[in-house]
Nanobody, 127 residues
């Protein structure tokens, strides 16, 4: 069982930056593929970024490429999402997720493939 807790959300003006953190419990964090998803009001939860257990492979949805960076520190059991050049359309609740099912080399970007979810952190970008 893994417990996830996000932090770092807040209110920022368009063009600004935020860094989200997701702290995980457990002793096998490096074997978990991790991802960030977001859900805006009235919309379905969507994939944002993913990182493999090793941290060597990352994957992004097109709308955040070049602006967001996912990374992880396995010594600290933490995954990060650095968000730069934020836009009002980035406003959403951001969730981190974890799955042990695919090994440490793979990135996972399908919502249903994730087994554990955090409670979410609100990101609001004003225009």
């Amino acid at each position: 069982q893994v417990q996830l807790g996000e932090s770092g959300g807040g209110l920022v003006q368009a063009g600004g930056s935020l860094r989200l953190s997701c702290a995980a419990s457990g002793r096998t964090f490096s074997t978990y593929a991790m991802g960030w998803f977001r859900q805006a009001p009235g919309k379905e939860r969507e994939f944002v970024a993913a990182v493999s257990g090793t941290g060597l492979t990352t994957y992004y949805t097109d709308s955040v490429k070049g602006r967001f960076t996912i990374s992880r520190d396995n010594a600290k059991n933490t995954v990060y999402l650095q968000m730069n050049s934020l836009k009002p359309e980035d406003t959403a609740v951001y969730y981190c997720a974890a799955t042990p099912r695919f090994g440490a080399q793979v990135v996972v970007y399908v919502t249903l493939d994730y087994d554990y979810w955090g409670q979410g952190t609100q990101v609001t970008v004003s225009s």
